[in-house]
């Protein structure tokens, strides 16, 4: 008890003893992380809204105009079983005519001529979450188009290429971003640390030669630059979110975004508390980075 | 108790240390003498595993040092008290808390840390300074910190280099009279110095190194 007193003490001390060097490796820490989060946030955000998107993509399964009542129900119970269906909805010609009607009122006189009603019935379905990606998509509507009284799968195949390309290329500039700037983190704070460790180079000659096992003198720098990492990781949480805050109240002051700051979303406490985490680990990195390079495993 | 068969050390070729072979034995009080460079510091540091001989054994209380393992070295230590010319003392914390360090370190009880410190400080008279920090002791004051740190955890060896190299002959003598004390319930006491009024004082055995090479035995005041 006495130790963990005295490790927790000695932390408290290095960091009151560099004040001014803790400040800026905080400050530092906390900018070079928020960078991080700005794309973290527009990452989350932009997968929410292609989620959003997605559930909006509708495949439009086209019945032979051959195919009989029986033959079209019977479809519509495989379908129905397939677990990638989520949801669908059966459209008859005459309603699919109605439909066309209302949405192109102008134009409803080009199918008057024909006679008899040129539009076929469809099922317009509605993949279930785990099968809207876009190659789960194509490989469905590839094994559908070979089913017995299907005409045609149609669906906007290039729409969900795009987004899905966006959304890869978010993730590869978050995590490029991400793996330098953290790497910038760790080296912040193992800068801090190694001026500590030379600040105190004969205390810790002294505990060597008393018997202190390599641990016991680790700890309080590890200690301390895990504090660093948090508190410079929650000092960027606050930055992002008045910044995020300040962004939401432009958009909704009027404009063309206007009503999107009703979509935009921030970090989830699990997820603020999770980044937090990732802070005090890249603090403990930064320590340690720190520990080995100033020769401190020596006896 | 502290056995050294055949030691050499060399730095850049030169030897710090060459073939010494010496036995102490449990109890004794022996003085290691020798001018400066002559290997004595190389000698009390290898004791505690800060150094690894280039040729030969060391053993201390049967377990030989040479093999130890890194992580096996601070318990070593915590059986051996070590006492400085320089006294590293840590300047910001008290004399109290600086004696209580090697407790702390070993995980020792609040309960007995505070015995055991008072104990200490009290056996080179300095309790009544438990509240001061270093920098406002004298050189002998700071010199017993140093001593009551070293003894604190009851040490079956204390080492000391050079422990009256910056005091007085007056606190020269005082600082020997604790070793001898200490000496008497039981440590096994090894002193290296160069000054020779400490061999006077002591009247014990006297180990000499000159140029990392022993010479012949002899006893002090003989």
């Known amino acids: 008890m006495r130790r963990l007193f005295y490790l927790f003490r000695e932390t408290w001390a290095n960091v009151r003893a560099n004040r001014t060097t803790t400040m800026v490796a905080i400050v530092t820490t906390a900018f070079t992380l928020s960078c991080v989060g700005i794309f973290l946030l527009l990452y989350v955000n932009l997968r929410a809204a292609a989620g959003w998107l997605q559930e909006d993509i509708k495949i439009m399964v086209y019945v032979k105009e051959e195919v009989s009542r029986d033959a079209e129900a019977g479809l519509e119970e495989t379908l129905k079983g397939d677990p990638a269906v989520d949801s669908l909805v059966f459209v008859s010609k005459d309603q699919a005519l109605a439909e066309f009607k209302t949405q192109f009122p102008s134009d409803s006189h080009l199918l008057e001529g024909l006679g008899e009603n040129p539009l076929p019935a469809s099922f317009v379905v509605t993949l279930a979450p785990q099968f809207r990606s876009p190659d789960a998509i194509q490989r469905w509507a590839e094994r559908v188009r070979t089913m017995a009284g299907v005409a045609k799968v149609d669906y906007n195949q290039d729409w969900i290429d795009a987004l899905a390309s966006l959304i890869r290329y978010i993730e590869l500039i978050a995590i490029g971003v991400g793996v330098i700037l953290s790497t910038a983190a760790v080296t912040i704070i193992a800068n801090t640390i190694r001026l500590t460790l030379a600040a105190r180079r004969d205390e810790i000659d002294i505990l060597r030669l008393i018997g202190a096992t390599r641990a016991f003198i680790r700890v309080p720098y590890l200690l301390e630059g895990s504090v660093l990492g948090a508190l410079g990781s929650a000092l960027s949480l606050g930055i992002l979110k008045l910044g995020y805050e300040l962004f939401r109240q432009q958009i909704g002051a009027g404009g063309r975004f206007a009503g999107l700051e009703n979509l935009m979303s921030f970090f989830p406490v699990q997820v603020c508390v999770a980044l937090v985490g990732v802070g005090m680990g890249l603090g403990f990195a930064g320590s340690f980075v720190s520990l080995l390079r100033s020769g401190e495993e020596r006896a | ?222």
């Open chain 2, 1 to 222: 108790m502290i056995q050294l068969f055949h030691v050499s050390k060399y730095y850049d070729r030169r030897a710090a240390l060459a073939g010494v072979t010496l036995e102490i034995d449990k109890g004794e009080f022996v003085l290691l003498m020798g001018p400066s460079g002559a290997g004595k510091s190389t000698l009390l540091r290898m004791l505690i595993g800060a150094e690894q001989p280039d040729e030969g054994q060391i053993l201390v209380q049967g377990r030989n040092v040479t093999k130890l393992k890194p992580r096996e070295i601070p318990y070593l230590r915590r059986k051996i008290g070590t006492v400085f010319q320089d006294f590293r003392l840590l300047p910001r914390k008290s004399v109290f808390d600086n004696v209580a360090l090697p407790l702390i370190v070993q995980g020792a009880s609040a309960g007995d840390i505070r015995r055991k410190v008072t104990e200490a400080l009290r056996a080179v008279g300095i309790e009544h300074k438990k509240e001061q920090l270093p920098p406002v002791l004298s050189a002998g004051e700071q010199q017993r910190v140093c001593i009551a740190r070293a003894i604190v955890n009851g040490p079956v060896i204390l080492l000391a280099d050079e422990p009256t190299g910056n005091l007085d002959p007056n606190l020269t003598a005082e600082i020997i009279e604790l070793f001898k004390l200490i000496n008497a319930r039981g440590t096994t006491v090894l002193v290296a110095t160069h000054d020779p009024h400490v061999m006077a004082m002591v009247n014990r055995r006297v180990v000499t190194l000159i140029h990392g090479v022993m010479a012949p035995e002899q006893h002090a005041g003989v």
